[in-house]
T-cell receptor, first 113, second 116 residues
């Protein structure tokens, strides 16, 4: 079956530091890959996505590239801000119009001023 | 973007009682909604797929008699936790896919259930 493994947290960084949260997946076929973010007290929001190999998703300074050869979708940001403090979830769907998502366990990021 | 709203955001109930959680798509019609459960420091676990006008499809290991799902209209799905026990305490999140295939799910704010 499908599975997502992401870096265990928590991750604590200082403002303006470089962020990487690793995510690897196992899936049959060609899944779509997502990063969702959950701010304290709120529901999940889509941060970025990629639907095919070598696609790069980007939003709010975050980037992730769909690497089929390494089955990875690592999240990066060059300079984090305090407001980026949240839980980040890597997820995949089986592709096409199948919206059933398989999530990783989530990584708590805390950015200190 | 599309808005999905859940109610209540927090609920505390006594053991043995039933609790209903609503999930509404506010500005679009959703033929399919999904219910997830999130354990502390764990991932979201898909519980069931709610289909408008038909029975929900439950994931393996989820008790359908325990977690009743009703998708009576294109904008409302409800999850009822029946005869709740402390182990049912959790964060329940719903999501819905918009009618146009954007590849994106929209999530509610979540409902935290505490069973005493």
């Amino acid at each position: 079956g499908n599975s997502v493994t992401q870096m265990e947290g928590p991750v604590t960084l200082s403002e303006e530091a470089f962020l990487t949260i690793n995510c690897t997946y196992t899936a049959t076929g060609y899944p779509s890959l997502f990063w969702y973010v959950q701010y304290p007290g709120e529901g999940l929001q889509l941060l970025l996505k990629a639907t095919k190999a070598d696609d790069k998703g980007s939003n709010k300074g975050f980037e992730a590239t769909y690497r089929k050869e390494t089955t990875s979708f690592h999240l990066e940001k060059g300079s984090v801000q305090v407001s980026d403090s949240a839980v980040y979830f890597c997820a995949l769907s089986a592709g096409g119009s199948n919206y059933k998502l398989t999530f990783g366990k989530g990584t708590l990021l805390t950015v200190n001023p | 973007g599309a808005v999905v709203s859940q109610h209540p955001s927090r609920v505390i109930c006594k053991s043995g009682t039933s609790v209903k959680i609503e999930c509404r798509s506010l500005d679009f019609q959703a033929t399919t909604m999904f219910w997830y459960r999130q354990f502390p420091k764990q991932s979201l676990m898909l519980m069931a797929t709610s289909n408008e006008g038909s029975k929900a499809t439950y994931e393996q290991g989820v008790e359908k008699d325990k977690f009743l799902i009703n998708h009576a209209s294109l904008t409302l799905s409800t999850l009822t936790v029946t005869s709740a026990h402390p182990e049912d305490s959790s964060f329940y999140i719903c999501s819905a896919n918009p009618p146009v295939d954007t590849g994106e799910l929209f999530f509610g704010e979540g409902s935290r259930l505490t069973v005493l």
